[in-house]
């Protein structure tokens, strides 16, 4: 088990920065994931950790140690990559015990931490197989298992779900996180999949463009988000952010989104946006479960308005709902019993007490 800890680490390739001086402190025993679209930077600094890039400038240390110059087979990490890398003429026992074998250890004490390795993944009965009879998740269990054997100070996992199918990814994310809560090594895992990362993370590091735009619970990057990347990355469907200005009115401090459109802002939001009434370039940051069907929850008029609808897509549980606002398609949520077709008109109630409003020239949530 450590801490692993970034500071100031920076990546040239040529003359392409690739990562820009990020400062990163990963507790003992957590489970953090790096999230943002490719390019982003999030696998080069996974690299780095690994030692399998050089970084530019900065350092990396796990524990105390400063492992700029130390090769990553003395660095006591364990990464799972995208491809399962297993050796085909070999068992599954074969596998796992590979690089045990190659370090010498004792031939008891190796069948005792696969023989663990395995319970713990539910693949003892697999142990005799080779790869070409596993499935493509029970080969993903063997690859981590060959790195739970090697008891490392940290679990390193590049997008290890990637070569999977929708259903087999669900699954997969539910056995990594029971993985970690019974194992309990430092993880870093890189992942693009927005949901991935809220759902196994302790904590989440949002990147974009070779920067940290915010760290934070997965809670925190969805209620709390600090940038408009950050708004407009995490959640699925997407926040909507729709050109907004702020007027001072007589009932108020109200949100103009042209087409008729105004809505009042509750005094306990009004009291701290004021400061930006006739501010150019707003937007209105609101997720679409706070923009939801008024008939059908009941909601007070003051903050609702009618809008045609352009596309429906029932989900079963709900019913999402596209309708076009300064331009933008917006995404609102109805009840998943009313049948709604194109050009239908629907009153929305917004949810402002759960609305953001974002520098559209900064980037900053205000």
């Known amino acids: 088990m450590a801490v692993v800890t970034l500071k100031k680490v920076v990546k040239y390739y040529d003359d392409t920065l690739a990562v820009r001086g990020i400062d990163l402190e990963i507790a003992d025993k957590e489970f953090l994931v790096l999230v943002g679209p490719s390019g982003c930077g999030k696998t080069t600094t996974l690299r780095m950790i690994a030692g399998l890039e050089e970084i530019s400038d ?13 090769p990553p087979k003395d660095r006591n990490i364990a990464m799972v990559f995208q491809n399962y890398a297993l050796y085909p003429h070999m068992s599954v026992y074969d596998n796992m015990s590979f690089g045990l074998k190659l370090k010498k250890v004792d031939r008891t004490e190796i069948d005792r931490r696969v023989q663990e390795a395995a319970r713990i993944l539910d693949i003892v009965s697999l142990l005799d197989r080779k790869p070409r009879q596993l499935s493509g998740g029970q080969r993903q269990r063997v690859a981590m298992g060959r790195a739970i054997v090697r008891d490392p100070a940290v679990f390193l996992f590049d997008e290890p779900l990637s070569n999977l199918d929708a259903k087999l990814r669900v699954q997969m994310r539910t056995e990594i996180k029971k993985v970690h809560q019974k194992v309990r090594t430092t993880t870093v895992y890189v992942t693009h999949d927005q949901v991935e990362a809220m759902t196994l993370a302790d904590r989440v590091v949002v990147m974009n463009h070779g920067v940290i735009e915010q760290v934070g619970t997965p809670q925190e990057l969805y209620h709390h988000p600090r940038t408009k990347f950050v708004a407009g990355f995490i959640g699925s469907p997407a926040m909507n952010m729709v050109p907004v200005t702020l007027n ?93 077709s194109p050009g239908q008109s629907i009153q929305l109630h917004a949810k402002l007490q759960d609305m953001h409003l974002i520098d559209d020239e900064s980037g900053l949530v205000l």
Do not use: W
């Open 58 to 70: 900065g350092e990396i240390l796990i524990g105390d140690d400063v492992v700029n110059d130390v």
């Open 248 to 340: 001072e009115a007589a009932d108020g401090l109200r949100l103009d989104l042209g087409a008729g459109v105004s809505l009042l802002v509750p005094p306990d939001r009004a009291a701290h946006y004021r400061q930006f009434a006739g501010r150019a370039k707003l937007l209105l940051g609101l997720r679409p479960e706070h923009l939801t069907d008024a008939m059908a929850t009941g909601q007070p008029s003051g903050q609702t308005f009618s809008v045609p609808i352009e596309v429906s897509e029932p989900m079963g549980m709900e019913t999402l709902v596209y309708f076009q606002l300064q331009g933008m398609t917006v995404c609102g949520k109805a009840s998943p019993d009313v049948s709604l």
